[in-house]
């Protein structure tokens, strides 16, 4: 039961329409906190023992700032979420990641482990680089193009990379 004695805690709206406020009064001597939800009418006598503690400015106030906690704490909670589930990763743990997914690709090309369309897929990469474009060694891109592993193309590409450097 709200008494005379109990201190306004909080008042903010407890509905989209605005016709209710949940009020949270606490008791100064036990501590304890009590919720009440009122009808947000003129004619309400509880709504008129509210706003001679507040007014509807503060109760719109309080209102938002509920609001914007509630949007943080669920940013918070999904987040983490995130975080243990593995859909989200730190950027310390990404640049670890990117660091294994680089280990495990590059060690595809070196066991002959890459796919028909990884291996077109690396010598598509390999034709961009400038040494290789600007070349006109027919017979090193001849090589690149019949190259049948991954070995095979860093073969025919460190040909062209030597060559670049003399």
């Known amino acids: ?82 975080e243990e589930e593995g859909l989200l990763v730190s950027e310390d743990n990404f640049n670890n990641q990117k660091s294994k997914v680089f280990l495990r690709e590059v060690s595809k090309i070196f066991t002959n482990d890459l796919t028909d369309e990884e291996l077109f897929s690396l010598k598509l990469a390999v034709f961009e680089m400038p040494e290789l474009k600007e070349s006109k060694d027919r017979k090193k891109k001849s090589d690149l193009r019949k190259a049948k592993t991954g070995l095979e193309v860093m073969k025919a590409t460190f040909a062209f990379m030597v060559d670049s450097v003399e």
């Open 1 to 82: 039961m709200i008494t005379e004695q109990h201190e306004l805690l909080s008042a903010r709206f407890a509905d989209n329409d605005r016709k209710n406020i949940l009020i949270l009064w606490i008791d100064p001597e036990t501590k304890e906190i009590t919720e009440e939800i009122i009808e947000s009418k003129q004619s309400d006598l509880s709504f008129q023992h509210l706003m001679t503690l507040t007014n509807l400015e503060s109760v719109h106030e309080q209102t938002r700032e509920y609001f914007i906690e509630q949007q943080k704490q669920f940013k918070e909670t999904v987040k983490k979420i995130a």
